[in-house]
C-alpha cells in the first residue's frame, strides 16, 4: 500500500551517510516507502547499493528503485519509479509482470490520466512545490494539481513530493496525498531517525483529520 512516509534517497544531501544508512534509519523512523534515487552512481554501485536496501526494507517497507527497471528486478526490490522521459508505465508492465509495484511522476492531469491507462499503481505529482532537491524537477505545481488530480482518481494512490516538509505535510495530505515524498526534510537531518519519525506522525495524523 502506498501510503505514509515516503523517503528518497540521496547521497549528496546525507551529510556522508550511504543509501543504505539513510534507508536504514529512515524505516526505523517509521517510513512506509523507501526510494533509492541516484543519477550519477555506476551500475554496479547501484545494484550493490539496492540489494543492501532491499535486505533493509524487506518485511517493514516497500523499496521501490527510480528509473531503473534492470536494477529494481534484479535487486528484489517491490517496484520502480519512472519519470515522463522513461520509459512508459505499459512498456514497463511488459517487462515486470503483474506483481511489481510502478509509479510514474507526472505534472499534469493529462499525464496522471495517461498513467492509469498505462497500468500505473500510483502517480507521484512532481513537483508540488518548488525545491532544489531535484535539479531536474522544475516549476513546483501546488496542491492545487493534487486536489484536481484527487478528484478525478478518488482510489488512485497518490504520491506528492517536491519542497515537503514538516511545516507543510499535513496540508498536503488534506488536499488528497497518500503519501507524502520527501528527500532533504528527512535525508539532510542531523538524526534521520527522529526526522522520519516526526513527519510519519505528521502525516498520519492528517489522514485521521
Not at 29 to 40: F, M, N, P, V
Not at 102 to 131: C, F, H, M, Q
Not at 187 to 201: C, G, P, T
Request: aromatic content about 4%.
Amino acid at each position: 500500500m502506498i501510503r505514509g512516509l515516503y523517503v528518497v534517497t540521496d547521497e549528496m544531501l546525507s551529510h556522508g551517510k550511504s543509501h543504505a544508512e539513510i534507508a536504514s534509519e529512515a524505516v526505523a523512523g517509521g517510513a512506509s516507502i523507501i526510494q533509492l534515487r541516484d543519477k550519477t552512481a555506476s551500475s554496479l554501485k547501484l545494484f550493490s547499493d539496492a540489494k543492501k536496501v532491499a535486505e533493509i526494507c524487506r518485511g517493514k517497507a516497500i523499496f521501490i528503485v527510480n528509473d531503473r527497471i534492470d536494477i529494481a528486478l534484479a535487486s528484489g526490490a517491490d517496484g520502480v519509479h519512472l519519470g515522463q522521459d522513461d520509459i512508459p508505465a505499459d512498456a514497463a508492465r511488459k517487462i515486470c509482470g503483474e506483481n511489481f509495484l510502478i509509479g510514474v511522476s507526472v505534472g499534469s492531469l493529462a499525464e496522471a490520466e495517461k498513467a492509469a491507462a498505462d497500468g500505473a499503481d500510483y502517480v507521484a505529482v512532481s513537483p508540488v512545490y518548488s525545491t532544489a532537491s531535484k535539479a531536474d524537477a522544475g516549476a513546483g505545481h501546488g496542491l492545487s494539481l493534487v486536489s484536481e488530480i484527487r478528484k478525478a482518481f478518488p482510489a488512485m494512490p497518490l504520491v506528492g513530493i517536491g519542497g515537503l516538509n514538516r511545516d507543510n505535510a499535513a496540508e498536503a495530505v488534506a488536499a488528497g496525498l497518500d503519501s507524502v515524498a520527501v528527500i532533504s526534510a528527512v535525508v539532510s537531518a542531523a538524526d534521520i531517525k527522529s526526522a522520519a519519525e516526526e513527519l510519519s506522525k505528521i502525516i498520519s495524523e492528517a489522514k485521521h483529520d
